[in-house]
């Protein structure tokens, strides 16, 4: 059984941080993409960031330079360390698993960014 396990939301201030854990379970987790998507009420889930088998990483454009993506495959586990939070980076956070055809999704943990 695949399973996929966030933590580390929570609610902080505009200009806090963050770090996103997501630790994996049931598959070969050196071979899989890693992927952060977020999705806010009302808008379309969004890749925010990815980092491959070999650790090239990817951003969305509104998040490059403050989020940095990183994995520890002995620990099957892939984080997500947020800087510099803004209003706008509120949403549900998911961690994905992608290997071709199979793909796996977290419950999603909430990073909620106010005054």
């Known amino acids: 059984q695949v399973q996929l396990v966030e933590s580390g939301g929570g609610l902080v201030q505009p200009g806090g941080s963050l770090r996103l854990s997501c630790v994996a379970s049931?598959?070969?987790?050196?071979?899989?993409?890693m992927n952060w998507y977020r999705q806010a009420p009302g808008k379309q889930r969004e890749l925010v960031a990815a980092?491959?088998?070999?650790?090239?990483?990817n951003y969305v454009d509104s998040v490059k330079g403050r989020f940095t993506i990183s994995r520890d495959n002995a620990k099957r586990t892939v984080y997500l360390q947020m800087n510099s939070l803004k209003p706008e980076d509120t949403a549900g956070y998911y961690c994905?698993?992608?290997?071709?055809?199979?793909?796996?999704w977290g419950q999603g943990t909430q990073v909620t960014v106010s005054s």
């Open positions: 994905n698993a992608d290997l071709s055809r199979q793909n796996y």
């Open positions: 049931g598959i070969f987790f050196p071979i899989y993409t």
């Open positions: 980092v491959t088998r070999d650790g090239s990483t």
